[in-house]
């Protein structure tokens, strides 16, 4: 090989890979220190895209399964805050119902009866009317399916069709059918007990519609939870860096910024052959 003062062709050769494994280098830190393997479209620009739709999908479910909690708790604070405590409240009216519909005992002891159906009564009226979750009455019938309100519906889904919509106006209850009901004499005692049979039948339909739902919410939840870790492990297979093999590079890339650097040194040396010829 001549040798050539003014253009040193084997240092720009090693300067020139230097530079590519540096580069390199540096791009395998950045991933190591990162744990992705993929972080801009210019390094793999097809599984970026792919793994952004899944991980927004990812998000949406995660969303939707956030929606479906909040469901549940609408639910259950039904349930546990309402519709049992009535229950309890309809058993001991009937009880009192049944006692004021026999012969055996007299006007004044109806009366008194019929005092505390009145206080019962009440107190399903003010259950009614306080029960809530965020503003939102639970059991007053505006949850009716047939109800003039907005209707409540629950998103779970990633779009607004109907399979990915949960509609909870279907599991309330409305009116018991109580409110006119006198048991200070035998007759309506009597009327009044058949009025209150009904009453606990349509509470258990609605009790039996909110447990189904309840059902119908966990199961959600369930399958959400699937699609999330399905969704999930996907992007990350796509994206995330394996630590081992990136570890692999940064060792091969290390060694050879070292060996480079040292032949840039050593062709660097080349050209000192020059005065040797001088000499």
Known sequence: ??????????????????????????????????????QNSSDDGASLAISETLRSDARGFRQGLRNIQDGLSLIN?????????IAEILIRTREITSQASTGTIGSTERKAFQLEFEAQRQEINRITSTNELLGQKLLDGSLSS?????????????????????NLNETTTSGLGIDDL?????????????????????????RARVGATQNRLNRAIQH???????????ASTIRDADVAEELTGLTKQLLLVQTSSAMVGQANLIPEGVLLLLQ
Not at 16 to 22: A, I, K, Q
């Open 146 to 166: 047939d109800a003039t309100g907005d209707d409540v519906i629950i998103q779970m889904g990633l779009d607004s069709s109907t399979k990915n919509r949960i």
């Open 1 to 38: 090989m001549p040798l050539r003062i003014f253009n040193n062709l084997s240092s720009q050769f090693a300067q020139s890979r230097l530079d590519n494994n540096s580069r390199n280098l540096g791009e395998t830190i950045v991933t190591v220190a990162s744990g992705e393997r993929v």
């Open 182 to 206: 006198d048991i200070s004499t035998a007759d309506g005692a009597r009327e009044a007990l058949v009025k209150i049979q009904e009453a606990v039948d349509n509470l258990s339909g609605a």
């Open 77 to 85: 604070n039904i349930e546990e805050g309402g519709l049992s405590s």
């Open 224 to 234: 959400l939870g699937v699609n999330i870790e399905n969704l999930t492990a996907a």
